[in-house]
């Protein structure tokens, strides 16, 4: 169980990580989902005890991250496969870990078979690997010790479409065997398919958290129109919240006849209006990667900053 607790994190006068509050339990996939500069690694680097808080907490059962007595039997964690020292082989780098951890030697070779690193690959030197081979490396380095729980900042980073399957079976059965896991991303699609609760954070503030169930289902309608202003205004004179929800459409909570009752009187024309369906989180999550994207200039696309 991770617990996220009314955590910020300030930068001098700018807020990265904003009174954001969240639990991921055992047994299910956490998808921690925001565009570049959200946030995320910043809240990953607070729980396992990289980065202090300003105020807030983040703990792990129950724990802080730097009390826990030999934290790689108890909590996996892959930030920045890249991190990794680039002049040893795969083989050595798991050794280090198995002797640290005080493991049987088996379990080496173990997670070399789990990841598919071949013998000739887990004797190369790490420099000499792809991003793909560096974080097939660091899931094996994050699940070596057994731990109940899984920190991974976009593990699929670098990996191809065969290599982002694998790894999603391998979190499915981490989590059906009771596993918590926690991975990031930037991608919808990404953790759509893997996650069964979501936060979405971005801006440093969560703007949406529940079962992917939950998020999916949003109720409401899509209407797009000339004059998002005053239709805003009708709708909210009319008892109905709405929300921008990118490219000009708004999110309105009522059913679609009951919107177009709405800019009907108000004079609106309308372009577009129909259920949002699934299209609820799909919407909030374009809205915050078109105009609220911080960062954009300095996280290259896909990179784990
Ligand atoms: N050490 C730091 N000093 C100043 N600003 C930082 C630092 N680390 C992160 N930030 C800023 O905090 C924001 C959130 O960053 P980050 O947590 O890396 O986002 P994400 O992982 O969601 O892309 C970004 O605007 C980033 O530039
Ligand atoms: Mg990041």
Redesign the pocket.
């Given at each position: 169980m991770i617990t996220v607790e009314t955590l910020t994190k300030s930068?001098?006068g700018?807020v990265?990580?904003d009174d954001i509050t969240f639990t991921a339990r055992p047994g299910r996939v956490t998808g921690f989902l925001?565009?570049?500069?959200?946030?995320?690694?910043?809240?990953l680097r607070i729980l396992v005890g990289l980065?202090p808080a300003t105020s807030g907490s983040a703990t792990i059962s129950g724990r802080d991250f730097v009390t826990i007595p030999n934290p790689g039997r108890q909590v996996g964690v892959l930030l920045d496969a890249s991190a990794q020292h680039a002049g040893r082989t795969g083989r050595e780098i798991l050794t280090i870990a198995q002797r640290f951890m005080g493991l049987p030697k088996g379990r080496v070779e173990e997670m070399l078979d789990l990841v598919s690193l071949t013998p000739e690959e887990a004797g190369r030197r790490v420099r000499n690997y792809s991003l793909g081979m560096r974080q097939r490396l660091g899931i094996a380095t994050a699940l070596i010790g057994e731990p109940e729980v899984l920190v991974l900042?976009e593990p699929a980073n670098g990996l191809d479409p065969a290599g982002i399957r694998w790894m999603r079976g391998l979190l499915r059965d981490y989590a059906d065997q009771g596993g918590t896991v926690l991975l990031?991303s930037?991608l919808l699609h990404e953790i759509e398919v893997i996650a069964d609760d979501l936060v979405v954070?971005g801006n440093?503030r969560i703007v949406a958290q529940g079962s992917k169930r939950e998020l999916l289902q949003t109720a409401g309608s899509l209407v797009r129109t000339g004059d998002q202003a005053t239709l805003t205004r009708a709708l909210t004179e009319s008892g109905v919240t709405s929300a921008p929800a990118g490219t000009g459409a708004l999110l309105a909570q009522a059913e679609a006849e009951h919107v177009g009752k709405i800019a009907f009187a108000a004079g609106v024309p309308v372009i577009e209006l129909r259920p949002a369906d699934g299209a609820g989180l799909e919407e909030i999550f374009l809205h915050l990667t078109s105009d609220t994207q911080?960062?954009s200039s300095?996280?290259p696309e896909g990179a784990?900053?």
């Amino acid at each position: 169980m991770i617990t996220v607790e009314t955590l910020t994190k300030s930068y001098g006068g700018f807020v990265a990580v904003d009174d954001i509050t969240f639990t991921a339990r055992p047994g299910r996939v956490t998808g921690f989902l925001g565009p570049n500069g959200a946030g995320k690694s910043t809240t990953l680097r607070i729980l396992v005890g990289l980065t202090p808080a300003t105020s807030g907490s983040a703990t792990i059962s129950g724990r802080d991250f730097v009390t826990i007595p030999n934290p790689g039997r108890q909590v996996g964690v892959l930030l920045d496969a890249s991190a990794q020292h680039a002049g040893r082989t795969g083989r050595e780098i798991l050794t280090i870990a198995q002797r640290f951890m005080g493991l049987p030697k088996g379990r080496v070779e173990e997670m070399l078979d789990l990841v598919s690193l071949t013998p000739e690959e887990a004797g190369r030197r790490v420099r000499n690997y792809s991003l793909g081979m560096r974080q097939r490396l660091g899931i094996a380095t994050a699940l070596i010790g057994e731990p109940e729980v899984l920190v991974l900042d976009e593990p699929a980073n670098g990996l191809d479409p065969a290599g982002i399957r694998w790894m999603r079976g391998l979190l499915r059965d981490y989590a059906d065997q009771g596993g918590t896991v926690l991975l990031s991303s930037h991608l919808l699609h990404e953790i759509e398919v893997i996650a069964d609760d979501l936060v979405v954070i971005g801006n440093g503030r969560i703007v949406a958290q529940g079962s992917k169930r939950e998020l999916l289902q949003t109720a409401g309608s899509l209407v797009r129109t000339g004059d998002q202003a005053t239709l805003t205004r009708a709708l909210t004179e009319s008892g109905v919240t709405s929300a921008p929800a990118g490219t000009g459409a708004l999110l309105a909570q009522a059913e679609a006849e009951h919107v177009g009752k709405i800019a009907f009187a108000a004079g609106v024309p309308v372009i577009e209006l129909r259920p949002a369906d699934g299209a609820g989180l799909e919407e909030i999550f374009l809205h915050l990667t078109s105009d609220t994207q911080r960062d954009s200039s300095t996280t290259p696309e896909g990179a784990a900053a």
